[in-house]
């Protein structure tokens, strides 16, 4: 019985990387476009909200999930865009515009999407592989959106692009020396308003699988600051895609634990174990850190 | 032999930047095939006229005619097209990539998805034909400032550039790699593959590998000549104008030589936590400058990054006066132990603070410039005009945030704020990079003054002649090490190339 329940706790922990970290892929690897390209974007929690009600909103009105998360990313698109035009501007602060922006856009969403917080929209069709279980909480656990496998893919297509192909290389150049950009022609500010743009609809996806998935309604305490997190995760992946999925799946897999002990009966310290992404966040941070120096990975355009 | 035909020509340009008149309708002509130095002092418009050159500024007036005809460079790309390309004294390779990512990435033909492996292999055969060789996986972070300066070239040499400009080429590189670098790009000229346009203030430079010769001053044109018709008298006496140059002065010996620093069995590490100075022994006594020589890269910046503070050592003690030294304010000021680091911009000022407070940055709430815990402004710009009138310090005012000073104008607010005070250690780091000799002589003398008045110099500086001019006795640093030790007048080059070199 004992043994039975580990197991369990443990494909409901693994089942929960999955349903959990999926926003925190799309968002991290936003994130990762957009720093790879020198910027660094903290409005993404706001895209990641926006994104959640549009979604819904469309997904309601429209009676299709998936024009819902087309119009998600449509919404992280423009607040991308207008993170970047902002930001072209002489001494503007990209982290202080990245914050006005979330506020704006978590506080944008919370007004329009008032009207959606009662009704219920068609969510996003999920994948289910735990048929050949009888217990529901394997069933559940397996039960995997498609949008995980877009986001799973993301990650080797964006190391891909990234080190492979031309505007990929335009990007890296341009997070990593202004100057350089600059010698080799590549126009930095288009190539940071279209990285923040595409990053910015990562994290518009991201969001509207939060309202069309998992937990699958639209209310203003969805996000929690998961798109504050996935900046943190983006540092502890080192820039790096794959790193991102993997980092994303381990805070996924940490949020899962209280829930994962609740369902075989293990109720001691569910609230305290529902903190752990928070501080798995904080324990990162410190055991990443490198006082002596910067990180490697780091784009170089930040260590000016 | 050497076609005569002019590939480049700037005609009257003119460039005015608010109030200053940066260029002041100079011209040039750049004979195909030849090495033509443009020589002047700091501020005498060589970077200005360079950039308007290379689609960087537009002149406001004046002509650019690429052979022979008139062209508008509105663009660094349109420059690059034409096939001008530049290296500049910053370099603008990326530190984080490869060489072979560097070159391959400034290719203006990159086709949409890049295959590393054959255009690595493309690479590697061209380079065959090169003059430098390089591991091209080789991260560009991990390369000497000398091998960056070579894969600079290279890059434009790649990309099939026809008019090479060169800043300053030869301030990063010691003695023999600057001579095999202008070596190799002279030959290069002589083969009919390149027309070189170089900035220096180097006249060793210029009449040893220099076919013609433009001097600039304060943004007018001087004169145009070709080098065997000048000599560095003629030459120095067209940068400075008639103004004399500081003399160095007498060395005085002292009496009585106390230790004044004392290093002892000093180990750091750099920042991927390896040893880069290891159980290194060094003393220096009052009125004496001992000389560190050596390649950059060898462990010179770690120690001067421990002796200011920035960083912590391993293991070892710095003794002040015979008292352990920590590098805190409160002993700074006791044992008068102050650097000069290299970048002082970057090392030793706030950059977007005026050059007043840049000046007082040490002391401001100490008497005079402070008094009841307030600021007195009075009494700190009192000091900035006094400060850079002695010093020469070219700038607009006190007022002016430092960083838009040209850099040898940063070297003098900084020198002239650790030299005005009564200094008894000073550790300096090559004090005279990239700057014009007159600058140069005036730091210099500056320098030996406070010798004489009894300061301990620790000169730490990747210019050879600079090391034999200045110390009384100096050593040479490889991987971390003192591994040799003589004084200028015993020093015989041969073994000290050696030890430089590693050997």
């Given at each position: 019985m004992q043994d039975v329940s580990f197991w369990t706790v443990i494909i409901a922990v693994l089942g929960g990387a999955i349903r959990v970290g999926t926003p925190f892929i799309f968002v991290s690897l936003g994130e990762c476009l957009t720093e790879k390209s020198g910027r660094i974007n903290l409005g993404l929690e706001g895209n990641l909200v926006m994104g959640a009600m549009v979604g819904y909103a469309v997904s309601y009105l429209s009676g299709s999930p998936w024009l819902g998360v087309l119009a998600a990313a449509g919404s992280g698109c423009v607040l991308g865009i207008l993170h970047a035009l902002l930001c072209q501007h002489k001494r503007v602060n990209d982290i202080a515009v990245g914050i006005a922006l979330m506020l704006f856009a978590s506080g944008l969403a919370f007004f329009y999407g008032k009207p959606f917080i009662q009704p219920s929209a068609p969510r996003l069709p999920s994948l289910e592989f735990g048929e050949w279980s009888s217990s529901p909480v394997v069933r559940a656990a397996l039960d995997i959106n498609a949008l995980f496998f877009v986001g799973a893919a993301l990650a080797p297509l964006l190391s891909w692009f990234l080190l492979r192909t031309r505007w990929g290389n335009a990007v890296r150049v341009v997070g990593e020396s202004g100057d350089a950009a600059l010698a080799m022609g590549i126009p930095i500010n288009r190539v940071r308003l279209l990285s923040t743009m595409a990053g910015g609809a990562f994290a518009g996806v991201g969001g509207c699988y939060l309202s069309l998935y998992y937990p699958g309604s639209w209310s203003e305490g969805l996000s929690s600051g998961q798109g504050l997190m996935a900046v943190a995760l983006v540092i502890f992946a080192r820039w790096n895609p794959m790193y991102c999925l993997y980092a994303s799946l381990l805070f996924g897999a940490a949020a899962a634990l209280g829930p994962a002990l609740q369902s075989v009966g293990i109720n001691w310290g569910y609230y305290l174990l529902n903190a752990a992404p928070y501080i798995l966040t904080l324990v990162i941070m410190i055991v990443t850190s490198d006082r002596r120096g910067t990180l490697s990975g780091m784009p170089g355009e930040f260590v000016k | 032999m050497k076609q005569e035909s002019v590939i480049l020509e700037a005609v009257n340009i003119g460039k005015t930047f608010g109030d200053v008149r940066a260029l002041d309708t100079i011209s040039l002509k750049l004979r195909a095939f030849t090495v033509h130095a443009l020589l002047g002092e700091n501020g005498a418009g060589k970077s200005t006229l360079v950039k308007c050159l290379m689609g960087y500024y537009r002149p406001d007036s004046g002509q650019i005619l690429f052979n022979q005809k008139e062209e508008i460079i509105e663009s660094p790309q349109r420059a690059t097209r034409l096939g001008l390309g530049m290296v500049y004294q910053?370099?603008?390779?990326?530190?984080?990539?490869t060489i072979a990512e560097n070159i391959v990435l400034?290719?203006?033909?990159?086709?949409?998805?890049?295959d590393w492996d054959a255009e690595i292999k493309i690479l590697q055969e061209k380079m065959a034909q090169m003059p430098f060789q390089f591991e091209l996986r080789r991260l560009v972070r991990d390369l000497s400032v000398g091998e960056k300066q070579k894969v600079e070239i290279t890059k434009q040499l790649l990309l099939d550039t026809k008019v090479l400009i060169l800043d300053e080429p030869t301030s990063v590189l010691t003695p023999t790699e600057a001579d095999e670098v202008l070596g190799k790009i002279h030959q290069l000229t002589q083969q009919q593959q390149l027309t070189v346009l170089m900035i220096t203030h180097k006249f060793r430079e210029v009449m040893k590998f220099a076919d013609h010769v433009t001097v600039l001053r304060k943004g007018q044109f001087i004169g145009s000549a070709p080098?065997?018709?000048?000599?560095p008298q003629i030459l120095s006496d067209m940068m400075v104008g008639g103004e004399s140059l500081s003399k160095p002065p007498q060395r005085e010996t002292l009496s009585d030589s106390k230790i004044k620093l004392n290093i002892d069995k000093l180990t750091v590490h750099n920042d991927q936590d390896l040893?880069?100075?290891?159980?290194l022994d060094l003393k220096v006594a009052q009125g004496e400058i001992v000389g560190i020589a050596g390649v950059s890269g060898n462990g010179q910046k770690q120690l001067v990054e421990v002796l200011s503070g920035q960083r912590s050592p391993q293991s070892g003690e710095i003794q002040a006066h015979g008292q352990n030294f920590l590098p805190h304010q409160n002993s700074i000021r006791q044992h008068k132990f102050f650097c000069l680091p290299e970048e002082p911009l970057k090392n030793a000022c706030v950059g977007s603070l005026s050059v007043a407070d840049n000046i007082v940055l040490h002391k401001f709430n100490e008497a005079p410039f402070a008094k009841w815990g307030l600021l007195r402004r009075g009494a700190i710009r009192r000091r900035a005009m006094e400060l850079i009138q002695q010093y020469r310090v070219r700038t607009s005012g006190p007022d002016q945030p430092i960083a838009a000073l040209s850099g040898g104008n940063v070297q003098r607010v900084v020198l002239a704020r650790e030299l005005a005070q009564d200094v008894s250690i000073l550790v300096v780091s090559n004090p005279c990079f990239g700057l014009d000799f007159k600058a140069v002589a005036d730091i210099r003398a500056q320098l030996l003054q406070a010798r004489n008045r009894g300061a301990a110099i620790l000169l730490l500086s990747e210019d050879l002649d600079e090391i034999l001019e200045m110390s009384d006795r100096f050593y040479v640093i490889s991987g971390g090490k003192l591994v040799h030790h003589t004084t200028p007048a015993q020093a015989n080059m041969n073994t000290i190339g050696q030890y430089m070199a590693g050997h």
């Amino acid at each position: 019985m004992q043994d039975v329940s580990f197991w369990t706790v443990i494909i409901a922990v693994l089942g929960g990387a999955i349903r959990v970290g999926t926003p925190f892929i799309f968002v991290s690897l936003g994130e990762c476009l957009t720093e790879k390209s020198g910027r660094i974007n903290l409005g993404l929690e706001g895209n990641l909200v926006m994104g959640a009600m549009v979604g819904y909103a469309v997904s309601y009105l429209s009676g299709s999930p998936w024009l819902g998360v087309l119009a998600a990313a449509g919404s992280g698109c423009v607040l991308g865009i207008l993170h970047a035009l902002l930001c072209q501007h002489k001494r503007v602060n990209d982290i202080a515009v990245g914050i006005a922006l979330m506020l704006f856009a978590s506080g944008l969403a919370f007004f329009y999407g008032k009207p959606f917080i009662q009704p219920s929209a068609p969510r996003l069709p999920s994948l289910e592989f735990g048929e050949w279980s009888s217990s529901p909480v394997v069933r559940a656990a397996l039960d995997i959106n498609a949008l995980f496998f877009v986001g799973a893919a993301l990650a080797p297509l964006l190391s891909w692009f990234l080190l492979r192909t031309r505007w990929g290389n335009a990007v890296r150049v341009v997070g990593e020396s202004g100057d350089a950009a600059l010698a080799m022609g590549i126009p930095i500010n288009r190539v940071r308003l279209l990285s923040t743009m595409a990053g910015g609809a990562f994290a518009g996806v991201g969001g509207c699988y939060l309202s069309l998935y998992y937990p699958g309604s639209w209310s203003e305490g969805l996000s929690s600051g998961q798109g504050l997190m996935a900046v943190a995760l983006v540092i502890f992946a080192r820039w790096n895609p794959m790193y991102c999925l993997y980092a994303s799946l381990l805070f996924g897999a940490a949020a899962a634990l209280g829930p994962a002990l609740q369902s075989v009966g293990i109720n001691w310290g569910y609230y305290l174990l529902n903190a752990a992404p928070y501080i798995l966040t904080l324990v990162i941070m410190i055991v990443t850190s490198d006082r002596r120096g910067t990180l490697s990975g780091m784009p170089g355009e930040f260590v000016k | 032999m050497k076609q005569e035909s002019v590939i480049l020509e700037a005609v009257n340009i003119g460039k005015t930047f608010g109030d200053v008149r940066a260029l002041d309708t100079i011209s040039l002509k750049l004979r195909a095939f030849t090495v033509h130095a443009l020589l002047g002092e700091n501020g005498a418009g060589k970077s200005t006229l360079v950039k308007c050159l290379m689609g960087y500024y537009r002149p406001d007036s004046g002509q650019i005619l690429f052979n022979q005809k008139e062209e508008i460079i509105e663009s660094p790309q349109r420059a690059t097209r034409l096939g001008l390309g530049m290296v500049y004294q910053h370099f603008t390779l990326i530190p984080n990539m490869t060489i072979a990512e560097n070159i391959v990435l400034s290719r203006a033909d990159l086709p949409a998805v890049i295959d590393w492996d054959a255009e690595i292999k493309i690479l590697q055969e061209k380079m065959a034909q090169m003059p430098f060789q390089f591991e091209l996986r080789r991260l560009v972070r991990d390369l000497s400032v000398g091998e960056k300066q070579k894969v600079e070239i290279t890059k434009q040499l790649l990309l099939d550039t026809k008019v090479l400009i060169l800043d300053e080429p030869t301030s990063v590189l010691t003695p023999t790699e600057a001579d095999e670098v202008l070596g190799k790009i002279h030959q290069l000229t002589q083969q009919q593959q390149l027309t070189v346009l170089m900035i220096t203030h180097k006249f060793r430079e210029v009449m040893k590998f220099a076919d013609h010769v433009t001097v600039l001053r304060k943004g007018q044109f001087i004169g145009s000549a070709p080098v065997e018709d000048v000599n560095p008298q003629i030459l120095s006496d067209m940068m400075v104008g008639g103004e004399s140059l500081s003399k160095p002065p007498q060395r005085e010996t002292l009496s009585d030589s106390k230790i004044k620093l004392n290093i002892d069995k000093l180990t750091v590490h750099n920042d991927q936590d390896l040893p880069v100075i290891q159980q290194l022994d060094l003393k220096v006594a009052q009125g004496e400058i001992v000389g560190i020589a050596g390649v950059s890269g060898n462990g010179q910046k770690q120690l001067v990054e421990v002796l200011s503070g920035q960083r912590s050592p391993q293991s070892g003690e710095i003794q002040a006066h015979g008292q352990n030294f920590l590098p805190h304010q409160n002993s700074i000021r006791q044992h008068k132990f102050f650097c000069l680091p290299e970048e002082p911009l970057k090392n030793a000022c706030v950059g977007s603070l005026s050059v007043a407070d840049n000046i007082v940055l040490h002391k401001f709430n100490e008497a005079p410039f402070a008094k009841w815990g307030l600021l007195r402004r009075g009494a700190i710009r009192r000091r900035a005009m006094e400060l850079i009138q002695q010093y020469r310090v070219r700038t607009s005012g006190p007022d002016q945030p430092i960083a838009a000073l040209s850099g040898g104008n940063v070297q003098r607010v900084v020198l002239a704020r650790e030299l005005a005070q009564d200094v008894s250690i000073l550790v300096v780091s090559n004090p005279c990079f990239g700057l014009d000799f007159k600058a140069v002589a005036d730091i210099r003398a500056q320098l030996l003054q406070a010798r004489n008045r009894g300061a301990a110099i620790l000169l730490l500086s990747e210019d050879l002649d600079e090391i034999l001019e200045m110390s009384d006795r100096f050593y040479v640093i490889s991987g971390g090490k003192l591994v040799h030790h003589t004084t200028p007048a015993q020093a015989n080059m041969n073994t000290i190339g050696q030890y430089m070199a590693g050997h």
